[in-house]
């Protein structure tokens, strides 16, 4: 049966998925491995001020999260920014950024279960395994996919919280330093704290699945960005400016165990949360026409098809041994993401001052990318174009109705 042909209930999924969810998809998106491995880069550029820039990196990101809070409220469904793209800019655009979604996708769960399995001292076998064990958990269906990630969020943020429950103990020492013995860049101090604030905008591909869902993924991209900006601060603060390669650990030695379990579950939560949101990326451009309407199928919710298709391929780059050359064609994806759903915001005049001040810090982060990761965005986005100059998409649907359930 041709996606033409199949009635608009045959696509939607059950909307299942609360605020909890989402929170926890949200933090096991932005809060990952970022936060064990970025302390000490940020600390050597920042000195003492670390705990100042992850507040001026939250407040930057603000707006570009007002603007995925504006239009998850006006557009229900399942996709995210390339939802936001197609309404805005016509369907090419939106393959465009729902193909680089996808392939960043694939190629953030290879790169991630290779450095899981490398953090527990193992090869490819058992980053094919955890590739293998998330795609069977989300097969059960949209609920066991989302139980999972909040199993590993909670695991993660216990002993994160308890460790920034310390710098609360003494607010002024950990938000404001004392002194200063180095001149401080701020300006790659910054950029390496919007980096880690990315992954919030995955918040919104799930969108299709969310009880309520123009109050609940709202309320969960920006309280996620919000709750993350306050953690990250704090936790810079208890580490201070050592430089040392586990500065929170180093500063927290009763804690350390602890802090070790949260490293590992941190790993495997992004795993989880990509591993979640990949194959409903996959699903996005088939609802959409552009790939075949069998992908459409599901199981308790789940995009089966497009799981199975994911993983495979996905077990495909960890067995190429090859990944490194293909890092950069996803390490500017979120900020893509953040482009579209900025610009988009300002197309539909939902807002002005909010898009503008979006659009500002992507540029920012544009500007002063690396050339290989702008090369690798641009060799990605000119396959899109030569694949949507190929296909002709078919209508599943109106366009202004995509992903959206029969009581929207």
Known sequence: MQA???????????RRLGLFDFMCLGWNCVIGSGIFLTQGDIAKQVGPYGPLMFLIGGVCCLPIALCFAQLAQKYHGT???SLYAREAFGPRAGFLVGWVMWLSGLIGLSSVAVGLAEYLHQGSSLACAIVVVLAGVNLLGTRSGALSNNLLAIIKLGPLLLAAAVGLL????????????????????L???LYTYSGFEEITLAAGEAKDPEKTVPRATVLVLISSAIIYTLLQGVAGPATAAHPLEAALPALAPALAVAALASLASVNASIAFTTPRSLWTLAKQGWMPSRLLQLHHGAPSLCILISC???????LSRNLQALIALSVLAALLQHLAASLACWQLGLSRVVPGLAIATCLLLLCTSEVSHLLGMGASLLIGA??????????????????LSPED
């Open 312 to 318: 495979g391929l996905t077990m495909s780059l960890i």
């Open 386 to 403: 030569i694949v949507s100059a190929l296909v002709r998409p078919k209508e599943t649907e109106p366009p202004d109705g995509i992903g």
């Open 191 to 193: 950029l390496l704290v």
């Open 170 to 189: 003494h607010p002024a020492q950990t938000l404001w330093p004392a002194a200063v013995t180095t001149v401080p860049n701020y300006k790659l101090g």
């Open 4 to 14: 033409s042909e199949m009635g608009h209930s045959d696509y939607s999924p059950p």
């Open 79 to 81: 996709g995210g920014s």
